[in-house]
């Protein structure tokens, strides 16, 4: 069992800068493939960046590829989501994942446990 616990949401400018902690519970976080994932208002929630167990690999959706950074820190059982340049669609509640697998992808069905959610809001 993972909890998962999202920090460093807020109110930015556009063209601003934001990072996002995600804290995992547990003494085997570096099992865990991680990712994030975000869900605006009246839209699905898609899928913003993974990072596979070592923190080697790495996987970004196109919208937020060079904007975007995703790292870990596997002795704080930390992983992180630093967001530059942000723009108003970037808007969303954030959450963060964990799945059991090495790697995990873009899909929903890919990770086993969700943290709550930070939120990110973009002003124009």
């Known amino acids: 069992q993972v909890q998962l616990v999202e920090s460093g949401g807020g109110l930015v400018q556009a063209g601003g800068s934001l990072r996002l902690s995600c804290a995992a519970s547990g003494r085997t976080f570096r099992g865990y493939a991680m990712g994030w994932f975000r869900q605006a208002p009246g839209k699905e929630r898609e899928f913003v960046a993974a990072?596979?167990?070592?923190?080697?690999?790495?996987y970004y959706a196109d919208s937020v590829k060079g904007r975007f950074t995703i790292s870990r820190d596997n002795t704080k059982n930390t992983v992180y989501l630093q967001m530059n340049s942000l723009k108003p669609e970037d808007t969303a509640v954030y959450y963060c994942?964990?799945?059991?697998?090495?790697?995990?992808?873009?899909?929903?069905?890919?990770?086993?446990?969700w943290g709550q959610g930070t939120q990110v809001t973009v002003s124009s």
């Open positions: 994942s964990a799945g059991r697998s090495s790697w995990s992808g873009p899909g929903l069905d890919e990770y086993d446990y």
């Open positions: 990072i596979e167990r070592s923190g080697v690999s790495t």
